[in-house]
């Protein structure tokens, strides 16, 4: 089993930037892909970006230019550093991990941007 923890949500003022960070811990073997999804009250899970243990990195096309994965296979970590956030940025953001051909998800950080 592989636990995932994220910290770094927060409430923040449109325009503002906030980092996220995930730690991956357990039966670590061999991690492919670390990742964000978000999830905003009343619709979907979407993909936020995905970065593979060679650096290889997958934004929707929405959140180029303002978000930033990042990834240290050393430490088992994955950050997400958002820029230029928008209300409708608002949601929980959830680490994600695939591994061996299974898939784990973090509990989620809570996102609000509002002024």
């Known amino acids: 089993q592989v636990r995932l923890v994220e910290s770094g949500g927060a409430l923040v003022q449109p325009g503002g930037s906030l980092r996220l960070s995930c730690a991956a811990s357990g039966r670590i073997v061999s991690i492919l892909v670390m990742g964000w999804y978000r999830q905003a009250p009343g619709k979907q899970r979407e993909l936020v970006a995905l970065?593979?243990?060679?650096?290889?990195?997958n934004y929707p096309d929405s959140m180029k230019g303002r978000f930033s994965i990042s990834r240290d296979n050393a430490k088992n970590t994955v950050d997400l550093q958002m820029n230029s956030l928008k209300p409708e940025d608002t949601a929980v953001y959830y680490c994600?991990?695939?591994?061996?051909?299974?898939?784990?998800w973090g509990q989620g950080t809570q996102v609000t941007v509002s002024s």
């Open positions: 994600y991990v695939a591994q061996l051909g299974n898939q784990y």
């Open positions: 970065i593979t243990n060679t650096g290889s990195t």
